[in-house]
């Protein structure tokens, strides 16, 4: 072999690994034991492997475990049991009020797509015309090969509706809150976010190496304390909340957390994603609601995915501060491709559709709060929810509303359990999205029939997770 043949050496490489022969012997430390002389880890499954195999295949990984002992043992009680796994279950159709799901239609409260527009006529035309204009992918970061006029029109229209300066479209709504909090903030400064905050903003604080504190949440008392005991401390301060709070339903105290804020000189930022769309009397969000300025938010955040029926993020604010985030923030317009032109098109035309016709926003209001009384009147436990689009069914244990959810889906509904870590532990749910096309039918069957579901488990307490049991124990 040949120091200049990268083929011969690739084979070379490839039969070494093979063998189980990773060169120079590294020494067994703990878990793994020297056998004839090499070392060797012990996997998940009592087998052992080459200790450079075993690492570099990732299959011992922390978090590929806890996926495989987690999952891996739900897969296998629901098959034994007879369900429909509920997890990435093959989904037909479009998301909407009604939709298919594991061969059969079902009324869909698991959908964030609170107005419908992911399943309008127009939206649906302007994401094809966009394609059949500019093709399937912008193909290129828009601040060194250009960009398509229908990026700057859904921006301005974006400024306009928050009064605004100026906005700008991302890829994805998740990296938007994580490289623009890992763009604004920095080892010498301190963001103070709302106990219940997305983890989104979790990651941008990590990227950032800032110091996170965290508020009770929706709490401006709290936020005060924090502020008072620590602001000098740090250059910049940045309040970060949630306009609508996704697990809960309950709307920010705007108002007095912006008052709170200024008083200690703090920037202010918030992630609209949920009530975009869903809360005010035309759907533009917390704004609208509390009617506020543009500039008494410092940077406003939202989702085109969820109300508009698209998908990415965007921001908001003053033009200064957007060119920053388009010239210089990793993530958001650096380093990174636009996103498609059918999602902006899409995009645009959803807010044509939301400035049209705002009985869509109307109806989902009464739809929120319908089935906020009739959940009520059935003793549901919906925690904070505030007669919002997203209500949450407490069940406290996460084996009720793991059951409840599988239960009503072989009934003919589609709801979400959510269970610890995603929520503190004690506190899982059953999750509802109500849509502006959900009938009162659709609401009142799914309440009756989680009554009857929830019910007929508390008759069965200790018996429900037998199985799941012995998978854990044997």
């Not at 996997?43 to 990732?58: D, E, I, K, L």
């Amino acid at each position: 072999m040949t120091d200049n043949n990268p083929r011969e050496l690739a084979r070379a490489l490839l039969a070494r690994h093979a063998s189980g022969e990773t060169g120079a012997a590294a020494p067994a430390t703990d878990g793994a034991r020297t056998t004839n002389g090499s070392a060797t880890a012990t996997t998940a499954n009592g087998h052992t492997a080459p200790r450079g195999v075993a690492h570099t295949s990732f299959r011992d990984h922390p978090g590929v475990l806890e996926a495989g002992q987690r999952f891996g043992r739900f897969d296998a009680w629901v098959e034994q049991v007879g369900l429909v796994n509920p997890y990435y279950l093959p989904h037909e159709g479009v998301s909407g009020a009604v939709t298919r799901m594991a061969d059969r239609d079902v009324v869909n409260f698991s959908s964030f797509g609170y107005l419908d527009l992911a399943a309008d006529p127009r939206v649906r035309q302007a994401a094809k015309d966009a394609i059949d204009q500019y093709g399937t992918s912008a193909a290129a970061v828009r601040i060194v090969a250009g960009e398509l006029p229908i990026y700057r029109s859904l921006e301005a229209e974006i400024a306009r509706v928050y009064d605004t300066e100026a906005a700008l479209v991302t890829a994805s709504g998740y990296l938007t809150n994580a490289a623009a909090v890992g763009f604004l903030l920095g080892k010498r400064d301190l963001a103070v976010c709302d106990a219940l905050i997305h983890h989104s903003v979790v990651s941008g604080t990590e990227w950032s190496r800032c110091k996170r504190v965290s508020f009770r949440h929706n709490d401006p008392e709290s936020l005060e304390t924090i502020l008072k005991m620590s602001r000098r401390s740090f250059d910049r301060a940045m309040v970060i909340i949630e306009g609508l709070y996704s697990m809960d339903g309950d709307v920010v105290r705007l108002p007095e957390i912006i008052e709170v804020a200024r008083r200690y000189d703090c920037s202010i930022m918030i992630d609209e994603a949920h009530s975009f769309g869903t809360l005010g009397a035309t759907g533009h969000g917390v704004r609208e609601l509390f009617d506020l300025p543009g500039d008494a938010v410092d940077v406003w955040m939202g989702t085109l995915s969820k109300a508009l029926g698209s998908v990415g993020g965007y921001l908001a604010g003053n033009r200064e501060l957007v060119d920053g985030f388009k010239y210089v923030a990793g993530g958001l317009s650096m380093y990174t491709a636009a996103p498609a032109p059918s999602a902006i098109g899409a995009a645009l035309a959803g807010l044509e559709v939301l400035r049209d016709e705002p009985e869509r926003v109307a109806r989902l209001r009464h739809n929120s709060e319908y089935f906020h009384r009739r959940a009520k009147e059935y003793g549901f436990d919906i925690g904070m929810s505030e007669d919002s689009a997203i209500i949450p069914v407490m069940t406290g244990a996460d084996e009720p509303a793991v059951l409840a959810a599988l239960a009503m889906l072989q009934r003919g509904f589609s709801v979400n359990a959510i269970t610890h870590p995603v929520v503190p532990a004690g506190e899982a749910r059953l999750r509802f999205f109500i849509n502006c096309r959900h009938t009162e039918q659709h609401m009142d069957q799914a309440l009756a029939t989680l009554r009857e579901v929830l019910d007929g488990l508390a008759d069965t307490a200790g018996q429900q997770f037998t199985l799941a049991h012995e998978e854990q124990h044997s």
